[in-house]
């Protein structure tokens, strides 16, 4: 028997990413059901060869549900999840909602699959944020190896972050610039178009945004809590993926050729770092593909035990669609989950 699988969210960016990557891995479900507001019922989503017809979150009955992979915002997010909860469906939820409640895993399974088996205490598991999602899949293997004290991370975020209007922006602002008319910024504080932002989220009274305390808090919680953190996170004209420079230090001696080794034998990690010209990763390239890329591995001689490199992964993927559904994956493969209908 498989599983039934709800996709919470079904018209946005990641919802649509949700169910194309449930075809591509062959997810074990024996039906699929997308769901979305009110505005969007009737609204056609693609399912691998099958086309679905959104339902309305509101009105449906998860009681024969497994899994609820959510999609559709915080206020969303907190106001349903444990509804869903409560009629024994578990939800991964892709929100910052229930990223910092200490009942409720923060997972990238390729790093601390083990705080599943907590998840049944509100039937909910979280997604962390996408930049940090690709960060602690590249730090684990490290951490494991030479035990990271220090990260130093400054992110270059495309615009897919924030949604589809973000995204639509983008392609409107730099017609504009190309045509001579007028660029209008909406979803963004300033023109993306051609240019870097250098906020993302809200400002907080310490001077980091949102964004970046995101990534301070959830690297703590999924990887360990003594590592320090401090980031800058920027917005970039890049419809797709997001790239991360990246200076570590380690309490042990750590040489690029021992980090390139151990990076190379990483679960969901991909390392192109030749010293030469075009022998890295861009976001380009990462797009539409499932591993963390690494490139740029070299020592930093500034501070003892030091490590700097380059970073990029797709963030409606790995860093939101992906990461979900392996959520899903692992809670199966480690048996911590039943189908009702078996169940029944």
């Excluded at 060869?49 to 509101?58: I, P, V, W």
């Excluded at 980031?231 to 420079?245: K, L």
Aim: aromatic share 6%; charged share 25%; net charge neutral.
């Amino acid at each position: 028997m498989g599983y039934k699988v709800a996709v919470v969210g079904a018209t946005g960016n990641v919802g649509r990413e949700m169910l194309d990557i449930l075809a591509e891995r062959q997810f074990p479900a024996d039906e699929v059901v997308a769901l979305a507001s009110s505005r969007s019922i009737g609204t056609e989503v693609s399912y691998g060869d099958k086309t679905l017809k959104c339902k309305h979150l509101d009105t449906y009955d998860f009681s024969d549900v497994d899994i609820a992979l959510m999609s559709a915002g915080g206020d969303v997010s907190k106001a349903w999840s444990p509804k869903i909860g409560a009629q024994k469906c578990v939800v991964i939820d892709n929100s910052s909602a229930w990223r910092y409640d200490a009942d409720v895993p923060l997972v990238v399974p390729e790093v601390n699959a083990d705080a599943l088996k907590d998840f049944g205490r509100k039937n909910i598991i979280a997604n962390p944020n996408c930049s940090t999602a690709q960060l602690v899949v590249a730090l684990k293997p490290l951490h494991d190896a030479f035990i990271v004290k220090r990260v130093v991370v400054s992110t270059y975020q495309s615009v897919s972050g924030a949604g589809k209007d973000a995204m639509d922006e983008l392609f409107a602002q730099t017609r504009a610039v190309f045509v001579s008319d007028q660029v209008e910024s909406k979803k963004f504080p300033k023109r993306i178009a051609f240019n870097l932002i250098p906020q993302i989220d809200v400002f907080m009274e310490d001077g980091f945004t949102k964004e970046e305390w995101k990534m301070m808090a959830e690297t703590k919680k999924i990887l360990d809590p003594k590592i320090k953190l401090t980031a800058t996170c920027v917005r970039v004209p890049v419809f797709i993926s997001h790239s991360e420079s990246v200076n570590v230090e380690f309490e042990k001696p750590v040489t690029a050729d021992e980090a390139r080794n151990i990076l190379r034998e990483a679960p969901g990690v991909l390392v192109i770092d030749k010293r030469e010209t075009g022998g890295y990763i861009t976001p380009h390239e990462a797009a539409g593909e499932d591993a963390t890329y690494i490139s740029r591995i070299r020592e930093d001689a500034t501070v003892e035990n030091g490590l700097a490199f380059w970073c990029v992964s797709d963030n409606l993927r790995k860093g939101a669609a992906l990461n979900a559904v392996q959520i899903a994956e692992a809670l199966i493969n480690r048996k911590l989950l039943t189908p009702k209908k078996k169940a029944a």
